[in-house]
């Protein structure tokens, strides 16, 4: 079993089963409505997501798309769309587990609108934390 939590941990959740594939996502749409470069998703089934407390609020971001959030602090938690019915696409930064450098992605999908640099990041001026 693994928990997740948003920020506030006013939403706190379980998964109780296995995880089924490990995404790295490079699609336009998810870039927009994480704001992120790529989006990292597990799916799991939806029976495995177990809500220990709080409330999800949830935006439909297409008509197949709905984002499930906390209302409270507005941490994405998972996306759920009728064309991958019966799973829960947990989004993984949102997972409390200590094995989350464990859990690598399986694939990459919508490589074709991936951002060109994001193959060359591990070659940047790294520091430890933020730069003052
Ligand atoms: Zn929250
Ligand atoms: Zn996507």
């Given at each position: ?19 089924k ?5 490079h ?79 399986d ?26």
């Amino acid at each position: 079993m693994v928990l997740g939590s948003c920020l506030c941990n006013a939403v706190q959740f379980k998964v109780t089963g296995d995880f089924k594939r490990i995404v790295n996502c490079h699609c336009n749409l998810c870039r927009k409505m994480n704001g992120a470069a790529f989006s990292t998703y597990v799916a799991i089934l939806q029976t495995d997501f177990e809500l220990v407390t709080g409330d999800l609020s949830f935006c439909d971001v297409t008509e197949n798309a709905r984002k499930h959030f906390c209302g409270e602090c507005g941490t994405p938690i998972f996306n759920s769309n009728p064309k991958y019915a019966g799973l829960n696409i947990l989004h993984l930064g949102c997972l409390d587990s200590d094995l989350l450098g464990e859990l690598k992605p399986d694939v990459n999908i919508y490589d074709e609108s991936k951002i060109s640099w994001l193959e060359s990041i591990s070659g940047l001026p790294t520091f430890d934390k933020a730069i003052g």
